[in-house]
C-alpha cells in the first residue's frame, strides 16, 4: 500500500527499546510443532528432543591392531624377559570384539613370533588399547540435548552411533521485499537475511514476493521478514500494509543502525519489518530477528564471543542499543565506526559489538564481548 496525497507518511513517534521487542517476542511467540527429520537433513536446525543411543560399543573391542591378552599374564614382559603367549595367539584387529578372556591389547611390535609361538616383549596395563563397553555411547545420556542445534560433527557423530533419525524444530520464515523499490542494497539485505535465517535454523520461503496481503496470509509460515520500506519516504509503505491486514506493535526501535525497524503481528504470526540498509539489517537481525527464530524453533542463542580489550573509547547514547563493528588486532578490538556503517567499515571489521541501552559507552582498555559476523 504506497502512501497517496492523503495517506500520511509513515512517521515515527517514538523508539521502542529493543528489550521491549524481545520481551514481547519472549511472551507472544510460542515454538513451532516438532518434527521427524533424517540426521543427514538436520544440519542447522535445532532439536526438539534429547538425542540417546543405545550402548556402543556393547562389548569391549580393539582400539589397535595387535594381540588380546590378560595384562595380568604379560605383567612382568619385557625385552630380555619376553612372557610366552598363551596358544593359540590371538591376533585382533582394530574394532574387533575381544575375547572373554582378554581386557588388553597388545601392539603388533611388541610380541615377538617364532615359528608357532609368540612372545611378549612389552608389558601392558588393563584397559590399554581397548575401547570398553558403552565406552562410545551409553543409554540415557543424551549425545545432544532439546534446543540444541545440530552441527556438522554432530551429524557424523550420530550416523556412527546408528542414529538414522532425530526430532527437530524447522520454523518456516517468509522473507520478503518490504516494498516495489529493490536497489542493489535491499537485494544484498535480502540476500544476507536468507542466508543467516536457514543457517540459524529457519526453512526460508518466498524470496521473491513483495509484502502484500498475499504475504502477509501465508498460514504455512511461522514468521514472516519484509526487508524495506520502512522509513518516510515516498515509496515507503511497509509499515502501512501491516497495519493493514495485522497489527503494528512497534515502529520504530531503539537500535542503531537500525531505528526505523517495526514489529508486529498478523494474528499469532509474527512480521518482522527490516530496513533496507545493509548495516541496518545486519543489526536488526543479529539484535532480534535471530530471537526470534530461536524462539520458533524452542532454542537459544549460542555465540562463540572473544573477551578482548577494546583498543580506544566507545561513546554512546542512553536508551539506544548500538551495534558497534570491531576490527580484532594484537589481542585488541578497534571499533571502526557507529551509526550508519559503510561498506568499507563492515569489510574490514571482523565482528561486533554491543553497546547496551543503559551505557554512555566503554572506555579504551575495557573488556568486551566480540562476536563474530554471521
Not at 527429520?37 to 591392531?65: G, N
Not at 557424523?156 to 523499490?181: D, F, K, N, S, Y
Not at 520500506?229 to 515509496?235: I, K, P, V, Y
Not at 494474528?267 to 537481525?285: C, I, N
Request: charged share 20%.
Amino acid at each position: 500500500m504506497a502512501p497517496t496525497d492523503s495517506t500520511p507518511y509513515q512517521r515515527i513517534a517514538r523508539l521502542t527499546p529493543v528489550g521491549v521487542i524481545l520481551a514481547l517476542i519472549q511472551a507472544r511467540v510460542g515454538s513451532v510443532t516438532p518434527q521427524k527429520s533424517a540426521v543427514t537433513a538436520a544440519r542447522d536446525f535445532t532439536l526438539a528432543e534429547d538425542v540417546v543411543a543405545s550402548e556402543r560399543p556393547p562389548r569391549s573391542i580393539a582400539l589397535r591392531d595387535g594381540f588380546a591378552v590378560d595384562a595380568a599374564t604379560v605383567a612382568d614382559a619385557g625385552p630380555y624377559a619376553p612372557v610366552a603367549l598363551p596358544l593359540p595367539t590371538r591376533r585382533i584387529d582394530v574394532g574387533e570384539p575381544l575375547p572373554s578372556d582378554a581386557n588388553a591389547v597388545l601392539p603388533l611390535d611388541a610380541v615377538l613370533l617364532r615359528g608357532d609361538r609368540a612372545e611378549a616383549v612389552v608389558a601392558v596395563a588393563a584397559g590399554e588399547g581397548v575401547l570398553p563397553a558403552g565406552g562410545d555411547t551409553v543409554p540415557n545420556t543424551p549425545l545432544r540435548r532439546a534446543g540444541e542445534r545440530v552441527r556438522a560433527i554432530d551429524i557424523a557423530v550420530l550416523t556412527a552411533a546408528g542414529i538414522e533419525a532425530v526430532t527437530i524444530r524447522a520454523p518456516r520464515i517468509h522473507i520478503v521485499h518490504g516494498g516495489e523499490a529493490k536497489p542493489p542494497a535491499i537485494n544484498a539485505a535480502l540476500t544476507t537475511l536468507i542466508r543467516v535465517a536457514g543457517e540459524a535454523g529457519g526453512v526460508v520461503t518466498g524470496r521473491s514476493i513483495t509484502l502484500d496481503k498475499t504475504a502477509l496470509s501465508d498460514e504455512e509460515s511461522a514468521a514472516l521478514i519484509a526487508v524495506g520500506g520502512t522509513g518516510s519516504g515516498l515509496r515507503d509503505a511497509a509499515v502501512h500494509t501491516l497495519a493493514q491486514f495485522g497489527r503494528v506493535d512497534a515502529h520504530g526501535i531503539a537500535l542503531s543502525p537500525g531505528e526505523t525497524a517495526a514489529f508486529g503481528f498478523v494474528g499469532e504470526r509474527p512480521v518482522l519489518l527490516v530496513p533496507g540498509r545493509l548495516d541496518a539489517a545486519l543489526a536488526v537481525w543479529l539484535l532480534i530477528g535471530r530471537h526470534l527464530t530461536a524462539k520458533l524453533a524452542g532454542g537459544r542463542i549460542e555465540d562463540a564471543v572473544t573477551v578482548m580489550a577494546l583498543k580506544r573509547k566507545v561513546t554512546s547514547t542512553i536508551g539506544l542499543t548500538e551495534l558497534i563493528p570491531v576490527r580484532c588486532e594484537g589481542g585488541m578490538a578497534e571499533p571502526l565506526g557507529s551509526g550508519y556503517l559503510s561498506y568499507t567499515t563492515l569489510a574490514r571489521s571482523d565482528g561486533w559489538i554491543v553497546v547496551p541501552a543503559d551505557s554512555e559507552g566503554f572506555p579504551a582498555g575495557a573488556q568486551v564481548a566480540v562476536t563474530p559476523w554471521p
